[in-house]
């Protein structure tokens, strides 16, 4: 394969189409469980939009407002759940659920294959743990489930959008080795959140 650099805009967009073609998109990858530090077992589902489970997505949307909501209503942007809740249901929507022991809903992420300033990415829209199940690994463990899919996929990097007063998400991202992407809004734009990504060309 050549270079990432010298490829086409038009090869770079067939990656994104032929990814967000498949039915399950990480279903080459060894994904489907996890085992927390704790000893904790979880099960991972990929879900799309038209076959998400509409319970689901109304569970995805609380977790969000509970976890996210109060950092937005500190900001001039403000807690926005009609647009959130839009969001949730895009229908390029992609899901990675993650369930415990009793198939309960505890963690998700959604995402999806685009073109971004002449980029192939995946590009991560929501990464939420429930507080019960926080730092236990299924955060990074799903962030590394993303960036392998994206690399299956052959897309030169993941992006994601971080909320300047969520100090703890920038911690973690950071951790992951992910930064400020070339993109993101300077100082003089007075924004309220960065856009991080970390490349993933080899």
Same mark, same amino acid.
């Given at each position: ?169 920038? /911690? ?24 991080? /990504?970390?490349?993933?060309? /080899?």
């Amino acid at each position: 394969m050549p270079n990432q650099d010298e490829l086409s805009q038009g090869a770079k967009q067939r990656f994104v189409e032929t990814a967000a073609r498949a039915k399950n998109p990480l279903e080459s990858l060894s994904y489907q469980n996890y085992k927390a530090p704790t000893g904790e077992e979880f099960k991972l589902l990929c879900r799309t939009k038209t076959d998400a489970d509409p319970k689901m997505l109304k569970w995805a949307f609380k977790l969000a407002e509970t976890n996210v909501g109060p950092f937005y209503k500190k900001l001039k942007m403000g807690w926005q759940p009609k647009i959130k809740a839009a969001e949730l249901n895009k229908n390029w929507a992609r899901y990675l659920v993650v369930q415990n022991d009793k198939k309960e809903n505890v963690a998700y992420s959604m995402f999806r294959f685009d073109m971004d300033h002449g980029d192939c990415v995946l590009y991560c829209y929501e990464m939420q743990v429930a507080a019960a199940y926080q730092r236990k690994g299924l955060g990074k463990f799903m962030m590394q489930i993303l960036e392998d899919c994206a690399r299956h996929w052959h897309l030169e990097k993941l992006m994601l959008t971080v909320l300047n007063n969520n100090e703890q998400s920038i /911690s973690f991202y950071k951790q992951l080795g992910y930064g400020k992407d070339e993109i993101s809004p300077d100082v003089l734009e007075e924004a309220d959140y960065q856009i991080f /990504s970390k490349s993933l060309l /080899s």
